[in-house]
């Protein structure tokens, strides 16, 4: 039988879910489709994490899922140090420069994404639809026709695509996509280090790529993100552990003491993906499916949240006057809205990635003072704090402290 939902959403990560848990509560249907089934957390620490912004979590606050996440994997981190090696130039956050406690938090994909699985299961207006895939896809003027990979049939005013960096929907609609290849791989895994962490983030910038260590939940380990040409990230996968630990200790400048890395490292390689529309009739684009970052700050998924915040606000704000959802003039307000917010973090990744490539002598002694002032202006300083909190551009009512508890 053919199954008519408000909104179907295709891709149940952490952008979808968030979505989905935006429309909780509302008279709107929604469907999630969904192409794996989630897997506990377990004692092993994931290797994919995420810094989530101040804003992110008032987000996460406001739908009542933070304090659904395992609250024993979450860690709240204070400070930030971010420093060029061999040179001088560095620069600190702290958390109380913007009169708050926490500067960001660390939690594990899974974590987050298990904690919006549970609460939107429980949601009557809600139905999960797992393991799916979405095989074809026809779209009409009043609504769009999906047979999923069961020989499922629905119709729904509104797609919207969740499904992430390789979009089958974007690919479906044909939504050109600009794209370029940062020429780095991310090295992901946890790490055990001599010294404590002391809910610090650290970030050194190599001439190879930026190396990151993120606090985790026990003082003495951390996830890195470490981002180096491909041949590079291959040489380094391919080393045995003690060798690893030893590249992976000198390249941090001995911060935290010998590294000794635990379990499996992974490899990802990263480019800028940003789609020409982030909607068109019946279909709206949201998180990686719209646009993908460098992850030198963090960013990707908070973006991705906000897109879904946004969306969810806007599909409200029509359907409660009784506007068709699905119809592109409806969307046209938060195309435009996350389009300036993407372009604007995009355009803030390749300034940065740009500034701290290469072992130019002259652009070294520039972007060393540059950090230097940077480090001592303090409004300017309150200024990438609160960028990187996620407390500036146009945001969502759901991101606004406390502003509706559901
Ligand atoms: C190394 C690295 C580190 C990062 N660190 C950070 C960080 O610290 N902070 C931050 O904000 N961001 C970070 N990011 C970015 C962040 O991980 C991504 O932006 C985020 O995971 C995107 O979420 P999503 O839900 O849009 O997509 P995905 O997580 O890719 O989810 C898409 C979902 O769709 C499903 N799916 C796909 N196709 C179909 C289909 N046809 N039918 C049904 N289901 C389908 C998939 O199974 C999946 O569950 C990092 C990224 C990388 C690579």
Not at 60 to 69: A, E, V
Not at 110 to 136: D, G, H, R, S
Not at 197 to 219: D, K, M, S, W
Request: charged letters at 20%.
């Amino acid at each position: 039988m053919m199954q008519s939902y408000d909104v179907t959403i295709v891709g149940g990560g952490m952008v979808g879910l968030t979505l989905a848990k935006s429309l909780a509560n509302s008279h709107l249907t929604v469907a999630i489709i969904e192409a794996r089934e989630a897997s506990e957390l377990t004692a092993e620490t994931e290797n994919r994490v995420s810094a989530i912004s101040f804003a992110s979590k008032n987000l996460f606050d406001n739908l009542g899922i933070w304090t659904s996440l395992n609250a024993s994997r979450i860690t709240p981190y204070h400070t930030m140090q971010v420093w060029e090696k061999d040179s001088f130039g560095k620069i600190d956050f702290d958390a109380k420069q913007v009169n708050q406690n926490d500067l960001g938090y660390i939690v594990e994909n899974k974590n987050l994404q298990l904690a919006l699985l549970n609460a939107v299961q429980q949601q009557a207006n809600i139905t999960f639809l797992c393991p799916e895939t979405l095989q074809n896809m026809a779209i009409g003027d009043g609504e769009a026709w999906l047979t999923l990979s069961s020989g499922k049939q629905l119709t729904s005013k509104l797609v919207v695509a969740a499904d992430g960096a390789n979009s089958w929907v974007r690919q479906q609609v044909n939504i050109p996509l600009t794209q370029w290849d940062y020429q780095h791989h991310a090295i992901v895994a946890t790490v055990k280090t001599d010294e404590p962490h002391q809910a610090c983030a650290r970030q050194v910038f190599t001439p190879q790529g930026p190396l990151a260590f993120l606090p985790l939940y026990e003082n003495n380990l951390s996830s890195i993100v470490w981002s180096l040409p491909p041949i590079q990230a291959t040489l380094l996968l391919a080393l045995d552990d003690e060798a690893f630990n030893q590249q992976l200790s000198r390249t941090f400048d001995n911060r935290l003491g010998l590294c000794e890395v635990q379990g499996k490292r992974q490899s990802i390689p990263l480019s800028m993906r940003y789609a020409r529309d982030f909607a068109k009739h019946r279909i709206a684009l949201i998180g990686d499916a719209a646009h993908t970052i460098h992850p030198l700050a963090g960013q990707g998924v908070n973006l991705g949240v906000l897109d879904a915040a946004c969306l969810g606000q806007e599909i409200l704000a029509h359907a409660n006057v009784g506007d068709d959802i699905g119809l592109y003039q409806n969307l046209r307000h938060f195309e435009r809205w996350r389009k300036t917010e993407a372009t604007q973090m995009i355009a803030s990744m390749e300034l940065l990635k740009q500034l701290f490539n290469g072992n130019n002598p002259f652009k070294k002694a520039l972007r060393d003072t540059a950090l230097l002032m940077a480090d001592n202006i303090s409004p300017l300083k309150k200024q990438f704090i609160q960028q990187a909190m996620g407390l500036n551009g146009d945001r969502p009512y759901l991101c606004l402290k406390q502003s509706v508890t559901k």
